[in-house]
Structures are given as structure tokens and as C-alpha cells.
């Protein structure tokens, strides 16, 4: 059984700056890269960032220079500091990890809310 149980969402004020966590459990194995999603009301879910077991990283480019993904291998965690953060960044935030020896499996955390506003 995996988990990924993320923290770290919360109310901030424009301009204001979080740090998301999501930590892996269970029986996986291999990850291939992992990843933050977002979802706003209305809207469909988007990656914001990805960082892959090589360490290269992807963002989109509404956050770009504000997001940075970095991960903890040996703690299976991943992290995602957001800063100059914007009322538009509000959404609900989801880990997503890819994983696995042969076929590879998608793992999604819960999702932690995060809201920009004053």
C-alpha cells in the first residue's frame, strides 16, 4: 500500500510565500519522477511542476520563477517552495508520484488547499 500524505497548504496573503511537503510510504519502488498538480475551482487539474529521478525540473509557465520543485530521495519527499505568490494561485495542490519496476503507476496525495488572499 503507498500513501503520500502532503502538508503545507494554508491562507497567505499576496505576495507571501509557502512550502508544500509530500512524503512517500508503502511499497514503492523505482520512482520515476514526482510531481505537483493544481486544481481550481471550475477549472481543470494543471502540473505546476515536475523533478525527475535525474533531478531535471519542469515548470509551467505561470510559475516560473516563483515555484521551485526539489526532492529528498532518501526520504521519498518532495517539496515545492512558492513564493511572490498570487490570488490566482489558489486551487487545491496535489502530489502526484510515478513509480514502478515495469509498468509504471501513477500515485496521487490528497490534496492540500492552498488560498491567496488578502
Known amino acids: 500500500q503507498v500513501q503520500l500524505v502532503e502538508s503545507g497548504g494554508g491562507l497567505v496573503q499576496p505576495g507571501g510565500s509557502l512550502r508544500l511537503s509530500c512524503a512517500a510510504s508503502?511499497?514503492?519502488?523505482?520512482?520515476?519522477?514526482m510531481a505537483w498538480y493544481r486544481q481550481a475551482p471550475g477549472k481543470q487539474r494543471e502540473l505546476v511542476a515536475v523533478?525527475?529521478?535525474?533531478?531535471?525540473?519542469n515548470y509551467a509557465d505561470s510559475v516560473k520563477g516563483r515555484f521551485t520543485i526539489s526532492r529528498d530521495n532518501a526520504k521519498n519527499t518532495v517539496y515545492l517552495q512558492m513564493s511572490s505568490l498570487k490570488p490566482e494561485d489558489t486551487a487545491v495542490y496535489y502530489c502526484?508520484?510515478?513509480?514502478?519496476?515495469?509498468?509504471?503507476?501513477?500515485?496521487w496525495g490528497q490534496g492540500t488547499q492552498v488560498t491567496v488572499s488578502s
Open positions: 508503502g511499497s514503492i519502488f523505482s520512482i520515476k519522477a
Open positions: 502526484n508520484v510515478r513509480a514502478g519496476l515495469i509498468a509504471t503507476i501513477n500515485y
Open positions: 523533478i525527475t529521478s535525474g533531478s531535471d525540473t
